[in-house]
């Protein structure tokens, strides 16, 4: 994890080199706090009618809460198992936004007929310790974007601000993620 004041967009092939080379955290996933939040997409088409390009391509959270560059867009090719995705995440403050910078590895990609999912763990120096799946799955004629999360803090720093400051913004983010994922399927 490294904080800044300033936008790293444009340092993002830097920070890229830089996490290629971290390792995944170490964790026990029955020790993580597990969660799934989900949200059902109503839209006409048929889960095999819609473009999941955005989804592949991680345009999972809106802009103001997290921006990233992945590695299969900076060697212009699909998802794979073992990418690492730089990610910056905007802190709000009163005055200001922090950008936090870390990153995450591709575990899993399925882009099957009725589920479409990736997960991706923490990467050493991410403020969570864990995995992440999502996935967009059509059930009964019911489309639905779920995240699902093993996690626990993965610094001092979080594990101390964790029930303040840390869980909270998780959930916001969260939420926004849903949000920002039916809006791109249901524009369809």
């Known amino acids: 994890m490294k904080i800044y004041l300033k936008n790293q967009a444009r340092q993002f092939d830097k920070h890229l080199e830089v996490l290629r080379n971290k390792k995944v955290q170490h964790y026990d996933k029955k020790k993580l706090l597990e969660k799934t939040t989900s949200i059902n997409i109503y839209t006409n088409k048929s889960l095999q009618e819609l473009d999941f390009s955005f989804f592949f391509n991680y345009h999972i959270f809106p802009a103001n809460i997290l921006v990233a560059k992945t590695l299969w867009a900076a060697e212009k090719r699909n998802m794979k ?7 910056q995440i905007f802190l709000p403050l009163k005055s200001f936004n922090l950008k ?15 589920l479409k999912q990736f997960s991706y763990e923490t990467l050493e120096g991410h403020v969570e310790q864990g995995i992440s799946s999502f996935s967009i799955t059509a059930d009964d004629g019911i489309i639905k974007f779920s995240i699902h999360t093993y996690s626990q803090p993965g610094n001092w720093l979080t594990r101390l601000l964790g029930p303040i400051v840390t869980l909270p913004y998780q959930a916001y983010c969260t939420r926004q993620a849903l949000v920002h994922v039916k809006k791109q399927l249901e524009q369809q």
């Open 100 to 114: 936090v910078i870390f990153g995450v590895r591709i575990s899993e990609v399925i882009n099957e007929n009725n």
């Open 81 to 87: 198992v073992g990418d690492t995705i730089v990610q």
